[in-house]
């Protein structure tokens, strides 16, 4: 987990929650753990309890204060929706009622309501408690009838039935007793600094082109191609059609967080976690991507290899970063050398982070994206399909990088050195002409250099979206070193030459995908890049007038008459995570736009 001061966008340490993770969890789950924070927690089974909220990749878990037991509320993939509610909860008062921060999350349960059986005995694969009534989803949260010295207690047993929840390995610790016995049972200890209550009396709560991999490659346990298990996609194109007739049984429910701290970072890392999670898990749909991330080195299904340590990792890098940083080393080797780079940070996250603690290998990536993009501009004025390869690896490269690595200090601290200014050249150098022609120059692959202009232009797109992802994050940070916010990357761009038609065939790309009659279901990788134009295209309409005008005045017809929300729905699989999410956007892009 990544720790750092106040103000950040990260979390602090909790010594004793820290260490209670690390002896009840796997490690693999450990390491992925994203932050965790103290919040009020409400839902149908939880009333108004002080508890630990811990995000990982894939979900979020709820653990008494102080931790006892750790419990799974839910995945990711049954979010719907992350959202800040304005308003000021009765049961707090002063300060913590003016400062909270009430974070609504709705998701759907994975089974039927079931009745009258304590969620502790029942067995793990029956339902959950009736909905609560649909008035709670705009209305206070209700006034506590009982207190004990000051802070919220547990709810009755009765009504004390939790979400459907997974229990992880028992505890390795004899001091941590069997999870299955313990649960929400007893009041929680109360925080050293609690949140303060109201003094009436409370009731309980709570794809690119591949060349073979150098020979170093096999440092990195990256398997071949054909050594990827050819079952998976059958079994889980049966799991998808299990879970679109399962669908019908699911409910919607709500989880409500209240974060008493005015430095919460609880939903920002929310909304980081969800976006990661739905765009890598409708990547994992596609079977080129699924093997690119695949750490089997052995067809037969179990045989894998087990995790390399983070210190092997660490000495992996710093021996391929070494082959990358080398003088005069050629186009094909430097190729190679990050086709491997790349490949290993898909499925590797202890990469991706040890990437961020050095600045000499992305200052090497930026600077020879600028002479390879930008230097056959000024010279010969055209793309070579040498050029626009190398610069799409780079971009792509550096869009992984990005991946769930936002609790990593390093990234920031980086990003943010003297005034922006690696962020900045990055910006400037991943725009580029989409209109520049191109030139079939020794071109290391049997392609047309158009198709390797759009290539380029959509790796682009997804790493601009990262980057406009970490602005949301400081746009919401009361911190004054955290100003790489959306605003300043779009100002940072807004001289650009070529930044008007660089966005304007981002626009007319996500017409083209949305008003072909003869295209049926978007893939997942194109399903993927369509929610990354959009998210880039409403950004310009919120954050800066000059891109809305330009937009509105260039595409204002097209979106009306040809991008529909209906049109959208047949083309977007609705088994797809990422689906729900970019309709939404596409909604609101159409609102802003036809103004």
């Known amino acids: ?65 102080p931790p006892r037991t750790l419990t799974t509320v839910f995945s990711f993939r049954r979010v719907r929706d992350i959202e800040l509610v304005n308003d000021l909860p009765d049961f707090l008062r002063g300060k913590d009622r003016e400062l909270c921060q009430h974070i609504r999350i709705t998701y759907v349960t994975e089974k039927p309501a079931a009745k009258g059986r304590d969620w502790l005995r029942r067995d793990r694969r029956e339902g959950l408690p009736p909905a609560a009534p649909p008035s709670r989803r705009t209305s206070h949260c209700p006034t506590i009838t009982r207190t004990l010295e000051g802070y919220p207690a547990q709810s009755d047993h009765s009504e004390n039935r939790m979400e459907e929840v997974h229990m992880l390995p028992p505890p390795r610790s004899a001091s941590c007793p069997n999870p299955e016995t313990l649960g929400l049972l007893r009041v929680p200890q109360p925080p050293s600094q609690p949140p303060s209550t109201a003094t009436s009396p409370s009731s309980s709560p709570t794809s690119s082109p591949t060349s073979p991999l150098s020979p170093s490659a096999q440092r990195l346990n990256i398997p071949e191609p054909g050594q990827v298990p050819r079952r998976i996609g059958s079994v889980l194109s049966r799991l998808l059609r299990r879970d679109c007739v399962n669908s019908r049984e699911e409910r919607e429910a709500e989880l409500h967080l209240y974060a008493v701290s005015h430095t919460s970072r609880l939903y920002l890392h929310l909304l980081s976690s969800w976006n990661s999670y739905i765009i890598k898990s409708t990547l994992m749909l596609d079977p080129l991507y699924r093997g690119r991330c695949s750490a089997s080195s052995d067809s037969s299904p179990g045989k894998r290899l087990p995790a390399i340590s983070w210190e092997r990792t660490a000495h992996l890098f710093a021996q391929l970063s070494s082959e990358l940083l080398q003088e005069e080393i050629s186009v094909e080797s430097l190729y190679l050398l990050l086709q491997e780079l790349r490949t290993a940070a898909h499925r590797n996250i202890a990469l991706r982070r040890l990437f961020w603690r050095s600045s000499e290998v992305i200052v090497f990536l930026v600077q020879t994206l600028e002479e390879s993009l930008h230097g056959c501009q000024s010279l010969s004025g055209v793309y070579t399909a040498d050029q626009l390869l190398l610069s799409t690896l780079i971009v792509q490269t550096l869009a992984v990088m990005f991946r769930e690595t936002e609790v990593e200090p390093a990234r920031l601290n980086l990003l943010s050195a003297r005034k922006g200014a690696l962020a900045s050249r990055m910006l400037l150098a991943l725009i580029c002409d989409p209109e520049l022609q191109t030139q079939n120059q020794r071109s290391l692959i049997d392609c047309e250099p158009q198709a390797l202009l759009a290539e380029y232009l959509d790796a682009a797109c997804s790493l601009l979206f990262e980057l406009l992802l970490l602005g949301h994050e400081a746009s919401k940070c009361s911190s004054a070193d955290n100003f790489l916010s959306v605003g300043w990357i779009l100002r940072v761009l807004q001289p650009h030459p070529h930044l008007l038609s660089f966005i304007g065939y981002q626009a007319q790309q996500v017409v083209l995908v949305l008003s072909d009659p003869q295209e049926s279901f978007l893939s997942p990788v194109q399903s993927v890049l369509l929610f990354q134009r959009c998210h880039l295209l409403l950004a310009c309409l919120q954050y800066n007038n000059q891109l809305a005008q330009h937009l509105r005045s260039h595409f204002r017809e097209e979106f009306r008459y040809f991008v529909k929300l209906s049109c959208a729905e047949e083309k977007l699989p609705p088994h797809y995570p990422i689906s729900q999410p970019t309709l939404q956007l596409i909604e609101q892009i159409l609102t802003l736009n036809l103004r």
């Open 1 to 65: 987990m990544a720790r750092t001061g106040s103000g950040s966008l990260l979390s602090r340490r909790n010594i004793k929650l820290d260490s209670f993770l690390k002896r009840n969890t796997e490690r693999t789950v450990y390491e992925r753990i994203r932050a965790y924070e103290p919040c009020v927690v409400i839902s149908e089974t939880v009333n108004k309890v002080y508890m630990h909220v811990v995000l990982s990749d894939e979900r979020v878990y709820l653990t008494e204060y």
